[in-house]
Structure formats: C-alpha cells, structure tokens
C-alpha cells in the first residue's frame, strides 16, 4: 500500500516512490491526483492548476452540508499541516468541544443558515457567563470565558466558514462582526529570589523520590526562561559550557530555535548535575513539587511557564533591555509581547526604582 507525507506546500504530498501528489477537499470531499514529477519546484506549478480546477467546479443544486462537517474538514487541514507544532494544533482545534458544549445545536445547522447575528448572540452569552461549567475532577462551576478562549473561538468560527466560502457554500463569512475580547493585564506575581531559594530548598528537603531531579528542573526552567517541553529536551550536546551558551530546540514556532547564555546561576546548576545520559534533566516536569513546596512556605502556587515569567523578569531587573531578554525567550516580535508581559515589573523593583527618581 503507498504511503504519503506531508510537505511544507498546503494540499501538496509526496508518495513512498518520491511522486508528488495533490489532494484538494472541494464540497466535502477529497480530489486526488498524481502530479507525475518528483521536482518540487514543477510539483507547485502543477498543484496551482489542480487546485484552480477542482474549485472552479459548481456547487451541485440542493447540496447542503452541516457546519459540524465543514469542521471535520477544517480538522483534517489543521492536523496535515507540517509547520504547526503539536501544541499549535491542540489549541486550534480546542474551541469544538467548547461549541458542542454552549452551542450545541450548531453541529448539525446547516452551514448556508447560520448567520452574524446567531454568531453575535452566542458570544454575548459566552462573555456573559451564561455557559458555565464544572471541568474535570472540579468541585465548582467555572465561566470559562477568558480572553484567550473567546478569541479563540472566533478565530475557529472564521477558519471554518472560510472553507465554506472556498467551497462555494456560502458567500461570506458570518463569523467576520465578532469582536475580539480584549485580554485583561495580568500582574505577575512572583516569588522574590529569597523566596525562591526557600522553595528550591523545600523541593530538595522533601522525601519524595524525583526530589532531587525535580528541583534541579525547577531551578533550570527559573536559570533559562526554557518551556517545560524545551528544557525536558535539552541535552548535554545543546550545552557548550566553552562559549557560555543553551542551544534551545524551541518547541512553539520554527523561530523559537534560538542559543541562551549561561547565567552563573545556570552554570552552578550545570556542574552539579549528574551527566550520566544524554538529556540533562531527569524530571520532565515540577508541578507536584512546585505546588507542595509554594505552600509550605506560603508563597503562591507557581506553574512551569510562572518560572519562564521569573527568568525573564529577574534578567530586565538586573538591567538586560527588553529585546535581547526578548530573543532569550525565543520570541520572533523585537520586544513587543515581552514589552507588554513585563512592561510593569515587580513592587519591590518598582519602588527600588521610584526611590531613584529625582526632581
């Protein structure tokens, strides 16, 4: 049976004998063909003129389709596309089961008869909190109506009803009068480094069987603003203690590939960890530890990405500008996120830095 893989190039696949094939969904359904060249280049050309041909073809009379399989096809896309990472994906497709639960009915609408309005009212209720639920495991009733999960819906209702619109269902896209909700600023609330130590130590002191290995994680996630993912597949060939620098295999975007100094702190921990394997931490992941540690001391519970937050933030205090901490972190923008995630910093820092201010 032939295989096939995906490439860079959308609807573009190439087969086990390097033949590549074009596979276009058009009305729900999908048109294959051999391109009959193993040259990329030539491979394109012939995609382009595949692709103009299956969608120029007419809506059948009386075809109907459902928004839920214009979904499925949506899906389908998201999943075969080489340059998201697994995340990326996951994310994208999180808002379905979001719908199902607060607006079921919409599954089985037929695509061509939802309209703005429908869409406006569902968010209305949304933001309003008239969707709530209980999560898995919870013991309370939550809105889950977040900037974040707002717009993300909308941006899964507006990529669904494209297709529509490239299949010739429907014209335009109803999705396109919703407006975005605007993200609440977030005060970050961090451990002061007196503070961190303290949770380190209580990590290492505990008798749990990762202690060692789990603190060693915590403390390289706070030393290198690394994810979780990244710092879980940091080796030892990605560490060049001679130049002082981290190669990061960044796991968000292609552009989060980047180098990391090393900060002593980092350099500290590096020379104490066993390098008995070829990855440099044991643990994959703190959130156990983090949460027992953080409340034994009684500071607030901290998350894996809350040390990213850390790293970032103790580095602009020490005086290192926006956009160089900016490219630490493997952000493609020149400082624009870390401008508005960090723009205010810490009370104490800010009250350090009042105290200088002079008239």
Same mark, same amino acid.
């Given at each position: ?17 390097? &033949? ?8 729900? =359904? ?43 096809? +949506? ?47 569902? *968010? ?30 909308? /941006?899964?209702? =507006? ?5 529509? &619109? ?28 007196? *503070? ?26 706070? +030393? ?47 020379? =104490? ?23 034994? &001391? ?28 900016? =490219? ?9 996120? /870390? ?21």
């Amino acid at each position: 049976m032939t295989k096939f893989r995906a490439t860079p190039v959308p609807n573009l696949l190439r087969a086990d004998n390097e &033949i590549y094939y074009a596979r276009v969904v058009h009305l729900g =359904r999908q048109h294959w063909k051999s391109l009959k060249t193993k040259v990329l280049s030539v491979a394109r050309q012939r995609l382009r003129v595949q692709e103009e041909d299956v969608r120029s073809r007419k809506v059948t009379k009386g075809l109907a389709m459902s928004f839920g399989q214009v979904a499925e096809i +949506y899906a389908k896309q998201v999943e075969i596309e080489p340059r998201l990472a697994a995340s990326t994906k996951e994310f994208r497709l999180r808002p379905a089961s979001t719908f199902r639960r607060t607006w079921p009915a919409l599954w089985e609408t037929d695509i061509r008869r939802i309209t703005s309005e429908q869409c406006l009212e569902w *968010q209305r209720r949304f933001e309003n909190g008239d969707s709530k639920y209980t999560p898995t495991r919870a013991k309370t009733s939550v809105r889950g109506n977040s900037a974040t999960v707002v717009n993300a819906c909308i /941006a899964y209702l =507006r990529r669904v009803f494209e297709i529509a &619109i490239k299949e010739g269902l429907i014209g335009q896209n109803p999705a396109r009068s919703m407006k975005r909700k605007r993200p609440g600023k977030k005060l970050l609330e961090l451990p002061s480094a007196s *503070q961190f130590r303290d949770i380190v130590a209580s990590v290492r002191k505990s008798h749990a069987r990762w202690a060692e290995a789990a603190a060693d994680f915590i403390e390289g996630l706070a +030393y290198s603003g690394m994810r979780k993912e990244e710092a879980a597949a940091l080796t030892w060939s990605d560490v060049n203690k001679d130049r002082g620098l981290l190669t990061v295999r960044g796991t968000k975007t292609e552009t989060s590939n980047r180098s990391v100094p090393i900060i002593p702190a980092m350099r500290d921990l590096l020379a =104490r960890i066993e390098n008995n394997g070829p990855k440099v931490f044991k643990a994959h992941s703190a959130l156990a530890s983090l949460a027992k540690a953080c409340e034994a &001391i009684g500071a607030r519970k901290l998350t894996h990405h809350d040390l990213r937050h850390l790293f970032a933030t103790t580095c602009i205090e020490s005086g290192v500008d926006i956009p160089t901490v900016s =490219r630490w972190l493997g952000h493609a923008d020149g400082g624009a996120l /870390a401008m508005k995630t960090y723009g205010h910093l810490r009370p104490l820092h800010s009250v350090e830095a009042a105290a200088k201010v002079k008239f």
